[in-house]
């Protein structure tokens, strides 16, 4: 996680994105920040009021990004009214472009392994374990019995480790993936690279990830802003929440923070 810096003003952080639009991003996580988690990960949508300011930003600022660990099909429905925010599923494995999903051709290799691991898990772990398999991550989901943890996360770190997959530990989840080299924070490094500014939203552990991405930027450019924004939860602990410039309370905090910074542009209409 990055290291802690001077405290950055709201009022500061506003006026280095409103002075510089074509140059400023936002970016979110999908999942916790700007959509409730729900024990049917199928279920969810993103809270109110956050697709009007998502489709706001795409008009005011350069680059808007939802970067998660849904497959790009997933976020492809759930934004297809935005075309202008782009979409980034399975950690940078998935991108989608023109409203058609491409898939990292890095990652083809692995489906077979992938598809073996959601049958073994489906097999070898508790009912009560959700498994979600994208075919090409498997998402071990705990929150119908919190007390299985333990059991969930020996049994993937031992396929992680037989099978050379990575690891990632989220709320009440586990999900393996290949070992390719993606996370969110090198899916941020290169979005943020054209950019002065750039804001990440997010509320679990993968996400540090873009917070030490926008962190590294700023030492290597001092004149590049970075806004970190955590959005606390019990379950993440606070880890994130010490690394983040901000800490909102709730997914629907999150759409009243964008409220606050599009009512800072000239002529926003919300
Ligand atoms: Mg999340």
């Known amino acids: 996680m990055a290291t802690p810096r001077a405290p950055r003003h709201f009022d500061d952080a506003v006026s280095a994105t409103v002075s510089d639009p074509g140059k400023s991003g936002f970016f979110f996580d999908f999942d916790g920040t700007i959509a409730p988690i729900m024990?049917?990960?199928?279920a969810v949508l993103p809270v109110a009021g956050v697709m009007e300011c998502l489709?706001?930003?795409?008009?005011?600022?350069?680059?808007?990004?939802?970067?998660?660990?849904?497959?790009?099909?997933?976020?492809?429905?759930?934004?297809?009214?935005?075309p202008g925010v782009r979409l980034f599923g399975l950690y940078g494995m998935q991108t989608v472009i023109d409203g058609r999903v491409h898939t990292d051709a890095e990652v083809a290799p692995w489906a077979?392994?992938?598809?073996?691991?959601a049958a073994d898990a489906a097999r070898e772990l508790p009912g009560d374990v959700l498994v979600q398999d994208a075919s090409l991550m498997v998402s071990l989901h705990y929150r119908a019995a919190p007390a299985l943890r333990g059991a969930v996360e020996r049994w993937s770190s031992g396929k992680a480790a037989e099978l050379g997959l990575v690891e990632q530990f989220g709320r009440m989840v586990v999900e393996l993936r290949p070992p390719v080299g993606r996370d969110k924070g090198t899916i941020v490094a290169a979005e943020i690279a054209p950019l002065t500014s750039a804001w990440y939203f997010g509320d679990d552990l993968s996400d540090g990830r873009a917070f030490d991405a926008l962190r590294l930027r700023e030492r290597r450019d001092p004149a590049f802003t970075g806004v970190a924004v955590a959005v606390a939860n019990g379950e993440t602990g606070d880890e994130l929440a010490r690394a983040a410039d901000f800490t909102l309370d709730s997914p629907d905090e999150t759409a009243a923070m964008l409220n606050d910074v599009i009512r800072a542009f000239p002529g926003a209409r919300i």
């Not at 024990?39 to 199928?42: A, I």
């Not at 600022?61 to 997933?74: D, E, H, M, N, T």
């Not at 077979?112 to 691991?117: A, E, N, T």
């Open 112 to 117: 077979p392994v992938m598809r073996r691991l």
């Open 55 to 82: 489709r706001e930003l795409t008009k005011l600022v350069g680059r808007v990004a939802v970067v998660s660990a849904r497959p790009a099909a997933f976020l492809s429905d759930r934004f297809a009214r935005l």
């Open 39 to 42: 024990r049917d990960p199928e």
